[in-house]
């Protein structure tokens, strides 16, 4: 069946749907965000448009991340199994120009997708593409901290979320994220070195988010630059610390707080930092 084409009245309507559905995961009401996405499949089904499978896809794939970020990863894992089932299916079928009617991979798509939308395959669709980021879908699934790597990209998630990429024009730079050593000062005197990820959030002053999982949980640091005379060099005060549960949800949910609490205020493609008063 040769697709039904849409017109431009069609995708300006998606497109303020999906800005809608972004918008609600921003706010994190991140179960209205995931209605608001399965919307833009139903909106393209009342149309009676065949849509490219990379829209259902893309669409799934902001469903999983909003199911990951409500902290029901569990309920993600059928979408990550439709992708796969359909690129499996589709990457079988010896002539790509004449695909089957029917899909055998239906029963698994059907819960996940208004029952009488129809998708077709695009010339160029990228499978391997596809897969790579499905596999990586699939680590998200698993939330514990356990190494650096992990800390490192919790980090970037959130940075990339709220504020784009890394972006970098001569000495300026919004932000990027490095593993690092986490050094930790208890009030008993001791000291204590984590490797961790550290979130560069300004140049001049330095001011950084670090956090290292560790025995007690994962440490979180914000911290700003300080001159130490004694020493007549600059270093990392600690402003603010805690330490909450080793798991990448509860990591990004305390990143969360230091912006509703306006510690953080996102400002383009960079974060404005209120440091607490003293």
Not at 168 to 194: A, R
Request: glycine share 4%; proline share 6%.
């Amino acid at each position: 069946m040769n697709p039904q084409k849409a017109g431009k009245p069609f995708f300006d309507e998606l497109d303020r749907r999906m800005a809608q559905a972004n918008q609600l995961a921003r706010q994190q009401k991140y179960l209205d965000a995931q209605t608001a996405f399965y919307n833009c499949l139903e909106y393209a089904d009342q149309q009676q448009i065949t849509v490219p499978v990379n829209l259902i896809l893309d669409m799934w794939t902001n469903i999983i991340f909003c199911l990951i970020d409500a902290g029901q990863p569990e309920k993600a894992a059928p979408y990550a199994d439709a992708m796969e089932a359909i690129i499996a299916e589709w990457e079988a079928i010896p002539d790509k120009m004449h695909p089957p009617g029917t899909w055998s991979s239906y029963a698994l798509l059907k819960p996940l997708m208004p029952e009488n939308l129809r998708f077709y395959i695009p010339d160029k669709f990228d499978s391997i593409d596809w897969k790579k980021r499905i596999a990586y879908y699939r680590t998200q699934f698993a939330t514990e901290l356990k190494t650096p790597d992990d800390v490192v990209h919790t980090l970037w998630e959130f940075a990339t979320f709220h504020c784009g990429p890394t972006q970098q024009k001569g000495d300026d730079v919004n932000w990027y994220v490095v593993k690092d050593t986490l050094d930790h000062f208890s009030p008993d005197g001791s000291h204590e070195h984590h490797i961790g990820g550290m979130l560069y959030l300004n140049r001049s002053p330095v001011i950084v988010i670090g956090a290292a999982v560790t025995p007690q949980g994962c440490l979180v640091t914000l911290m700003s630059e300080f001159y130490l005379q004694e020493i007549k060099r600059a270093v990392l005060k600690t402003e603010m610390e805690q330490v909450v549960a080793n798991d990448k949800r509860a990591l990004r949910a305390y990143l969360e707080t230091l912006i509703s609490h306006n510690i953080l205020v996102v400002t383009g493609d960079r974060f404005k930092v209120n440091l607490p008063q003293s």
